[in-house]
Nanobody, 114 residues
Framework: QVQFVESGGGLVQPGGSLRLSCAASGIIVRFYTMGWYRQAPGKQRELVASMPSSAITNYDDSVKGRFTISRDNVTNTVYLQMNSLKPEDTAVYYC????????WGQGTQVTVSS
């Protein structure tokens, strides 16, 4: 059974940083395109970053230059480093595979507010 456990969210001031983690079990993340999604209140879930391979990353324009997706093949964990956070980044963040969507984890709440 595939399971994702997201963590690392919290309350941060505008301009601050957070590092999200996604511990995966039941799959080997380096064999899949992995991505980070977010869902803000009243909005649909959207893909903000993906990693088809260790050498290729893709970002939504809204986070390009501020967010970085990475993975640790030893711990089977996917990360999202978020810098220069803005209030509009406030959302619940999830990880999953954009190619083959597995069951969703509980997500981790990110709130950017002064």
């Amino acid at each position: 059974q595939v399971q994702f456990v997201e963590s690392g969210g919290g309350l941060v001031q505008p301009g601050g940083s957070l590092r999200l983690s996604c511990a995966a079990s039941g799959i080997i993340v380096r064999f899949y395109t992995m991505g980070w999604y977010r869902q803000a209140p009243g909005k649909q879930r959207e893909l903000v970053a993906s990693m088809p391979s260790s050498a290729i990353t893709n970002y939504d324009d809204s986070v390009k230059g501020r967010f970085t997706i990475s993975r640790d093949n030893v711990t089977n964990t996917v990360y999202l480093q978020m810098n220069s956070l803005k209030p509009e980044d406030t959302a619940v963040y999830y990880c999953n595979s954009p190619v083959r969507t597995f069951s969703w984890g509980q997500g981790t709440q990110v709130t950017v507010s002064s």
